[in-house]
Structures are given as C-alpha cells and as structure tokens.
C-alpha cells in the first residue's frame, strides 16, 4: 500500500454537509415538518433551547431545533452564537414576578395561601402510560371552559415567613451594575448575580444531577418547594428620550423559591434560608436544580462546611455550560497525533530503559 | 458575507480583543482575561486562536492556517474557509507568504519572520492546571511567581523515569517571569519560540483567556541543570522528501507493523520535495 496523503479535506467535508442535509430531512415521502409546528408543539424544547441558548426567541429556537435534528445542545448552540452577534441597545427593567400572570403556582409548605394553589399545565399527576391515540393523527382534544386568570398581584409564599422574620431577607438589591458572563469572563470567587446568571444558562441535566446530589447527602441543606410559580412577565423598557417604561412585550417564566433548614452559624441565627431559581420557559426540573445548586454554593457564604461538589462554586460555574462542556469533549475528535506520536515516542524510550533495567539486573542474578 | 461584518465579530468586540492583546504583549506570558464571544465554531476547536485572528486581520492580510503542521486537515480548512467567506481575504499554505498563521498543536519548520504574526489555539491555558484545580488559587500562584509545584512535579518524573515525561504542552518560562503553557505544541518545537522575530499570540475561548510572547523575548523550557531540556523526535528521516531535523509523524501502513514517518509540517516537506525534483531535473 502506498502512501497517500489525506488530502481532499474541503471535499470531505462538503460532502459530510450534503449527506447530514439530508439526513436531517428524513424520509422524503413524510411532510416536512415546519418551524411554527415545533414551536407550537414542542413547547418545553424550545424553553430548554431558549434557556440554554440564553436567548428569548421562540421562532428561532424552533428553527435551531429543527436545523439540529432536534438534537437540543447543538439547537443551543446554534442560538447562542446567533445571540452574540446581536447588538445591545437597552437593558431592560427587572422583570416583577409578583405581577406574573399565573398559569401554574404551587406551594409544598402550605396546604392553601392567599392566591391559592393553581395545578395549571403538568405532568405531575398524569400516569406514564403511553398514549397510543397521541399516534393517530389528526386527534381533536375538546377543551374544557377556561377560567379567567386572576389580575391581581400574588402574594409571595417566602413573604409570608418574611412576616413573621423566620426567614432571611432576600438578596439586597444594590445600585451596582450586576454582572455579565456574556461580556466579561467568569472569575473567582464569583458573586451571586453572576452564579445565577451561569445557572440560569446551565446545562439541565447538570443542574439535575447536582441538585439530586445535595438532597442524597453531598451538601444537604433540607429543602422545601416554598412555591413555583410559572406565567407571563412584562418586559419593560425606559427609553432615554422618554424616561418612563413602557412594555415591549411579554415572556415565559418559571420561578422557584426553596426554603432551606438552616441551624444558624456563628455569625447567622437559626432561620430558613433561600435558595433561587428563574428560568426561561416553562422549565420546573431546571428552576428547581437551579435553586438547590444556588443555595448549595451559598455553603461558604453562610458559614457552612463546604465539601460537596455542588457547593464548590468553581466546580459547578466552570462545568455547567454545556455549550462549553460539549465543545472542549467532543474536539476529542479532532486529530491528535502530532501529540500522540511525541507520546509514542517517550512511551518506547521509557519502556526501553524499564527493559534495561530488567536485563541488568537478571544478569546480575 | 453579508449581514456580518468583516472577519465576523463586531468593531466593538474586536477592539475588546485587541486591548487584551496590547495588555498581553506588555506582560509577555500572562494570561490577560477577556470577554470571549460564543463563535459560530464549538469551543474546542479553536474559537480562542479564531477570535484572536478575527481582531488582528486587516484586508491585505495572507492567512495561512495549520492543524497538526498541516493545511488539508479537516479543522484546518474549515476554519480558512471561514475567514475566506467572513473577511473575503487572501489564503495560503506557504508558510513565507502568509502574514498571519493561525496553528493548532504545531509551529511551522519554516523560521518566521518580523513581519508575520502567529496564533495558536489554546484548549488550556493554566499550565497549573493540572497540578491545581482552583484558578483562583493558581492566580495567586502566578502573582507570586510561585512554580516550586511544577518543579517538584518534574523532580518526581526524574525520580520515577529517570527523565522528564512531558512530550507536549511543555511548560515554560517567559521573559523570566510567567510560567506559560505554550498550546499542546511537541516538545520538539518549544525552542522555536525562544527569541522568534514573530508576534506569537496565544487565545483559548472556552477558558476567556489571551496571553502573548512578544518578538525576541526569552522562553525557557522548565528543568534543571543536571537534566537539561531534551527534544523528543522519531529517529527516521521523512519518508517523502528525506528531512532529518523536521518533526515526523507514523503513518500505519498496513496491519503487519509497517510504518511511513513523514513530515507533520506539509508546506515543508513539499517545498523540499519539489527542490529535490528540480535537482533531478537538472543533474
């Protein structure tokens, strides 16, 4: 066999592109599936893209989802680096979520609270049986009456602890600038506007797990859901030559509050303590991990021992991208072999001076 | 392209980029962070060493870019195409023309000159790293000049083997100062960055980090004096063009233990391919 040189690489690789086309279009006799059904019908996907791809677009994280095969980090990925050409020409105001318009809000400390418990859209309570009638198509679900969604402001569950001081303030909201991991890079130690942030942003399984750990004894902190809300918030905007806000439109929210068992530290008295999560989309997983990852990193901060790798701050903002986390595995597949061959070269010297060393000493033998 | 700008990224991030650059070449060998952007490109692939480029190409620049010392590997051309469709610029493979190189685990044979710029991707850029975990910890490291880790890691490889172990990515010292990772780089081409006539610029995107040598600056492989620096290279001379002082790479032939060692670096091996035509041609 001769050798030959691995050219045609612009070849292979418009080739590759050509193939994983049509790949992607499947089985040609099959509508095409559009954008507009995704979106409409693939709802906690797109939230997923959405969050993950730290972009508020439900059309495009549709078209992400599509273009990836429904492959969800790459979908993000796609997003992500479509967002960061965008330009930035306001900030907008902090979303109010007492003034969210409730489509689902519980709460597992209290069994009924001013609000009320509203079920709204779950899977909660439904049996994991599959639904084979889901499979016929053109299935027409009847609805049931819908009832007008309250337009008054609700309550929050941790205010109502708040009133009696059993639980600590929440954060206090400063006039500094919060940070931007999009604009500046992340560093150590890293406050709690930016831990979130990188949360917020985090891979969902990564969150899960970390969360799952701290209830199984890896930095426990005893949560309670205080309440997970999940509803449109208005987006509002001050305009320079205005000076009042106005609405630019609304978004999908999930928000969760947990109330952790604290015993109080030396510089703390014993009280509950908070743990925060927000996210994009109807996401409860997410907002949950989100929240006992926050308050598993708040370890240090409240004079806790901090062991467990959910409260090693380090650990879980440099590992939670999975934008990040996706790249720097998979670019295992890119070629290495100048390295390996420097490897193969010092892994035979070793071996011939380990050989050496045997013979030598058999002959002294 | 249109609906992009030239070289992709926006006048405002590329002028981000370019004063961590400046900070980065006025402390040669110390990572500068900065704001890295998510690039169209995963990271790991060279977003760092593409976000660098992106900064420092002017329209009359000649790009040339290398993956493992060579043109026609996959990543290589992708990333050319990439400035050739984003900057509509001029591209090369030889390594004379080119004013910018942008390389992957590999420096060119060829010695580079004043007037060209090299950059290389960087997957880690905390040559502590692997020593210590926490960046902050090894942030200190760094302020206080504080390398008795590195050097106890490199006692014990002696201890252990008898030598040094590290093959690539071998940790050196800048201008007297930095300790640096100079990129996943053989240890075969650590000496070419000593003193280079060229800019050598350093980005890693995942990690938000840039960091610079500056033309002529000292870079010192890390060792001792009873056990000095040592290159690693395949004995054999390139099976293609007979090269006996470029860095080889195996190629399996077949599935009985034969073996082709050819140049890594293409544009080289082919330059002396084609001399040795021409004096063929003429003897």
Redesign the interface.
């Known amino acids: ?1 001769a ?1 030959v ?6 070849r ?2 418009d080739a590759a592109h050509d193939w994983l086309a049509r790949a992607r279009r499947g089985d040609r006799s099959l509508p095409e599936i559009g954008t507009a059904q995704i979106a409409s019908q693939l709802g906690r996907a797109v939230d997923r893209v959405m969050a993950e791809g730290s972009c508020y677009d439900p059309d495009l994280a549709a078209l992400a989802i599509k273009q990836a095969q429904g492959d969800l980090i790459e979908a993000a ?1 796609l997003l ?2 479509y ?3 965008l ?1 930035r020409f306001a900030h907008s105001e902090p979303v109010e979520t007492d003034a969210m318009l409730l489509r689902r809000r519980i709460s597992a400390i209290y069994k009924d609270l001013p609000g009320g418990q509203v079920l709204g859209p779950t899977y909660d309570y439904t049996h994991r049986l599959l639904d084979f009638a889901l499979a016929a198509e053109s299935l027409e679900v009847t609805p049931l009456p819908l009832a007008a969604a309250s337009s008054e402001d609700t309550p929050r569950v941790t205010a109502l602890l708040d009133q009696e001081g059993l639980i600590e303030p929440s954060g206090v909201s400063t006039e500094a600038e919060p940070g931007d991991l ?8 890293a406050e709690r506007d930016v831990r979130l942030q990188s949360l917020a942003r985090g891979d969902e399984g990564f969150l899960l797990a970390l969360g799952y750990s701290t209830q199984r004894g890896y930095g426990n902190n005893h949560p309670f859901v205080g309440e997970i809300r999940v509803g449109e918030v208005a987006v509002e905007l001050v305009p320079p030559e205005l000076g009042f806000p106005i609405t630019i439109g609304t978004i999908t929210l999930t928000e969760c509050e947990m109330v952790n068992q604290f015993s109080g530290s030396k510089t703390e008295p014993p009280q509950f303590t908070r743990g925060y999560g927000l996210c994009f989309g109807h996401s409860e997983r997410r907002a949950m991990g989100m929240a006992l990852v926050d308050r598993a990193m708040r370890a240090e901060e409240l004079g806790e021992n901090a062991t467990a790798p959910a409260q090693d701050i ?2 879980v903002l ?1 590992h939670c991208d999975n ?2 986390a ?6 295992l597949k ?6 390996f ?6 892994i035979r ?2 071996r011939a ?1 380990a050989t050496a060393a045997t013979v030598a000493t058999e002959t002294e033998a | 392209m249109s609906g992009y700008n030239f070289a992709y990224l926006d006048e405002q991030t590329k002028r981000m980029i370019r004063r961590a650059i400046l900070k980065a070449v006025a402390i040669p060998g110390h990572q500068v962070p900065f704001g890295g952007r998510e690039m169209p490109l995963p990271y790991g692939w060279g977003t760092g060493g593409i976000q660098v480029t992106a900064a420092i190409l002017g329209p009359s620049d000649v790009l040339k870019v290398i993956d493992q010392g060579a043109d026609d590997t996959t990543n290589a051309v992708s990333i050319r195409r990439f400035f050739a469709r984003t900057a509509g610029i001029e591209t090369t493979t030889h390594t004379a023309d080119a004013s910018v190189i942008q390389t992957r685990h590999r420096i060119p044979e060829t010695p580079l000159r004043a007037d060209q710029i090299i950059v290389y991707q960087v997957p880690l850029p905390e040559p502590l790293a692997k020593l210590e975990q926490s960046r902050a910890e090894t942030r200190q490291m760094h302020a206080l000049a504080e390398y008795g880790l590195m050097h106890v890691k490199l006692y014990e490889d002696i201890a252990r083997y008898g030598h040094i172990s590290i093959s690539y990515d071998y940790p050196v010292m800048v201008n007297g100062r930095y300790l640096m990772s100079p990129s996943p780089i053989p240890a075969f081409d650590t000496p070419k960055m000593h003193r280079m006539a060229a800019l050598q610029l350093f980005g890693a995107g995942r990690e938000k980090r840039i960091y610079a040598i500056p033309p002529h600056t000292d870079v010192k492989p890390l060792d001792f004096d009873d056990h000095p620096f040592r290159l690693t290279r395949a004995p054999q001379a390139c099976g293609l063009c007979g090269a006996r002082d470029s860095y080889l790479d195996e190629v399996v032939m077949d599935d009985r233990g034969g073996r082709l060692f050819v140049c890594s670096d293409t544009d080289y091996c082919a330059g002396r391919q084609s001399m040795r035509q021409d004096e063929d041609a003429a003897a």
Do not use: C, N
């Open positions: 066999m050798y040189a691995v050219k045609g690489g612009e292979a690789i990925f992500r680096a967002r960061t050409t330009p999009t604009r500046d890079a992340l560093a150590f130690p380090e650990f440099s934008i990040e996706t790249g720097f595995v998979e670019h890119l070629p290495h072999y100048v390295d061959q420097s490897e193969l070269e010092t010297r070793m001076t």
